[in-house]
């Protein structure tokens, strides 16, 4: 079992290059709802960052039911986050996640009560991170093929934090 503090550093290297997420909510019928979502950047210690409308359908269905999903995807990465969204105002907070180019979505700003930050605290993680490209999955798939050994086609690990 590895800890935390290695969890973390894995799951912050294997997501720091890429900006899209795809965030999973639920509705009150149970139906669940994804979509693309900016990484802010921050050095992931555990918790995800994402801007958000107050009056999205997103904010809503976390307010009512916090557990979602995150998911990256990238190359031969694929890495899938469990967590407890939570809705932040902070406008310091805001502000030091804020990027100009959020401006496109978000028109007023940082300190505009209609912006809020979505925190998902990380609970458990799965990944997979496998070669990218032909050549090195071809690559391991003949190191399997001729080992036997199905763990040979890349690392993949459950962590919890």
Same mark, same amino acid.
């Given at each position: 079992?590895?800890? =935390?503090? /290695? *969890?973390? =550093?894995?799951?912050?290297?294997?997501?720091? #290059?890429?900006?899209?997420?795809?965030?999973?909510?639920?509705?009150?019928?149970? #139906?669940?709802?994804?979509?693309? %979502? %900016?990484?802010?950047?921050?050095?992931?210690? &555990?918790?995800?960052?994402?801007?958000?409308?107050?009056?999205?359908? @997103?904010?809503?269905?976390?307010e009512k039911k916090?557990?979602?999903?995150?998911?990256?995807?990238? &190359?031969g990465k694929y890495?899938?986050?469990?967590?407890? *969204?939570?809705?932040?105002?902070?406008? =310091?907070?805001? @502000? /030091?996640?804020?990027?100009?180019?959020?401006?496109?979505?978000?028109?007023?700003?940082?300190?505009?009560?209609?912006?809020?930050?979505?925190?998902? #605290?990380?609970?458990?993680?799965?990944?997979?991170?496998?070669?990218? &490209?032909?050549?090195?999955?071809? *690559? #391991? %798939?003949?190191?399997?093929?001729?080992?036997?050994?199905?763990?040979?086609?890349?690392?993949s690990a459950k962590? =919890?934090?």
């Open positions: 079992m590895v800890t =935390k503090h /290695e *969890a973390v =550093k894995k799951i912050s290297e294997l997501i720091k #290059d890429i900006k899209i997420a795809m965030l999973m909510t639920e509705d009150a019928g149970g #139906d669940f709802h994804s979509r693309p %979502m %900016m990484t802010q950047e921050n050095e992931f210690d &555990g918790d995800l960052w994402f801007f958000a409308g107050q009056t999205s359908d @997103k904010v809503k269905e976390i916090p557990a979602v999903n995150v998911v990256y995807v990238h &190359g890495i899938s986050i469990a967590g407890k *969204a939570d809705i932040v105002t902070d406008v =310091k907070k805001k @502000k /030091e996640l804020w990027n100009e180019t959020l401006r496109v979505w978000f028109e007023t700003g940082p300190e505009s009560p209609e912006v809020v930050l979505i925190r998902v #605290d990380s609970k458990t993680a799965q990944y997979w991170d496998t070669p990218d &490209g032909v050549i090195g999955y071809v *690559a #391991d %798939m003949v190191k399997v093929l001729l080992t036997g050994d199905k763990d040979g086609a890349g690392e962590v =919890k934090f």
